[in-house]
């Protein structure tokens, strides 16, 4: 992030920082999400606070705060929310064309309650990390790099680089294998660049980014979940030290 930082003071760039991974991590004591201009969250399903769809948006800008709110209600005025309140009808007006972006109460209302086990989940999710640390350190795999001491990290993924040149598979049947497991798995993820629509849009072709290219062909994110039992750990660890010793040349 310093370094971001000094490239957009230098051209005058502005920053929105993508924090959907991010809900609990922090860069040298500050919170992800409060370092650039804008930082982003994503409430999916996949991700460790969630409303089934949305997200949210902080900035300490009241100006971005008050466009944001307009932007994501129809470009109405900032008030147009109450517009039914107990103090009566207001009159609305709109001020841009915007979005229907705006949150439910019924979404917020799920989300609430998880903000205060962000915490208790990120430390379990700590405890399964350092175990498949010490499982998979010396098998045919690179485990996850090590954390720098100013960095706060939210171990949302565990992500696996499989040594396909010590193995005899390539990850997709690794994949296959661990499902037979009833190991689910996820990839994060396949190289932008190769996707059907941005290789079309901007003529990218195969080789022209190798080291995305063999991230994209070796990474496999593990189950990491806070409700992983110690049972479903020592699963997951069997299934994958297994097929690696297995598949081993
Ligand atoms: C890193 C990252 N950024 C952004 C998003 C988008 O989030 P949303 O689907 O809530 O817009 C995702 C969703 O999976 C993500 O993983």
């Not at 932007?71 to 979005?99: C, I, P």
């Amino acid at each position: 992030m310093d370094i971001i930082e000094e490239i957009a003071k230098a051209h005058d760039l502005f920053i929105v920082e993508d924090c959907a991974h991010a809900i609990e991590s922090k860069y040298k004591g500050r919170s992800t999400g409060t370092i650039g201009n804008l930082g982003c969250y994503s409430f999916y399903v996949t991700k460790n606070v969630i409303t089934g769809e949305g997200g949210m948006v902080v900035t300490d800008n009241d100006e971005y705060t008050e466009r944001i709110k307009i932007m994501a209600l129809h470009g109405m005025t900032k008030d147009a929310w109450n517009r039914f309140s107990d103090e009566g009808y207001k009159h609305y007006q709109v001020v841009e064309a915007g979005f229907k972006y705006n949150m439910t109460d019924i979404q917020a209302s799920l989300g609430i309650h998880q903000l205060g086990r962000v915490e208790t989940y990120h430390k379990r999710r700590q405890e399964i990390w350092a175990r498949y640390d010490q499982a998979f350190e010396k098998l045919a795999c690179k485990i996850p790099a090590a954390i720098d001491r100013q960095m706060r990290h939210s171990s949302h993924l565990y992500p696996l680089l499989l040594d396909l040149d010590a193995l005899s598979i390539d990850r997709d049947t690794f994949l296959s294998v661990l499902d037979k497991e009833n190991i689910g798995t996820g990839v994060h993820y396949l190289p932008v660049h190769l996707h059907p629509f941005y290789a079309k849009l901007l003529g990218c072709r195969p080789g022209e980014h190798p080291l995305a290219e063999a991230i994209g062909q070796r990474t496999v994110s593990l189950p990491l979940s806070a409700k992983l039992s110690d049972r479903d750990v020592d699963d997951v660890i069997q299934a994958v030290s297994g097929a690696l010793n297995y598949f081993k040349r």
